[in-house]
């Protein structure tokens, strides 16, 4: 797969289901998520009706989804309105090829255009791929949460990093 065939687009309602299969197979298999339950598509619809400055949620598309970013509130109180916590997802065949990058670069883009002061993103632990994604886009290492997850019968640790704008 190459990366620079894929269309980073701003997603629609209909690109919702292919993106909520996404993160639903995370949701049953993986870590990048600590949701136990797949959430309703209206999850997915709130996300993408957002007018919120800051908030986008992008979709990279090859004829099918393959992945999809999101930047929303990172907290509801007035104070954070020009931070935003950021979000990246892909599917399988898509790892590995530098999607993840394309889809953060245009992400970031749009947060930065809106204004947003701080983005922060939220890795658990272990992923070498998302902790190499987010340095390599520039965010810093804030620390790690020890045992704050729990999902598989394991504790899991969450990383947190910050990219100032």
Request: charged share 25%; proline share 5%.
């Amino acid at each position: 797969m190459s990366p620079s065939t894929i269309e980073v687009r701003a997603a629609t309602a209909d690109d919702l289901a292919a993106a909520a299969a996404i993160y639903d197979e995370q949701v049953r298999t993986g870590i990048s998520t600590f949701d136990l339950e797949p959430p309703p598509l209206s999850y997915w619809q709130h996300r993408l009706a957002s007018t919120e400055p800051g908030d986008h949620f992008l979709v990279a598309d090859d004829g099918e989804i393959v992945g999809f970013a999101y930047s929303s509130a990172y907290r509801p109180r007035p104070g954070y309105r020009l931070t935003r916590e950021t979000s990246v997802y892909l599917a399988e065949r898509a790892r590995g090829c530098g999607l993840g990058r394309r889809l953060y670069d245009d992400l970031l883009a749009r947060v930065r255009a809106d204004g947003i002061h701080v983005v922060l993103a939220l890795v658990a632990l272990p992923n070498p791929g998302s902790v190499a994604l987010h340095e390599a886009c520039g965010f810093e290492h804030l620390g790690t949460m020890r045992e704050v997850g729990r999902k598989f019968d394991r504790w899991l640790d969450t990383a947190w990093f910050q990219l100032s704008l």
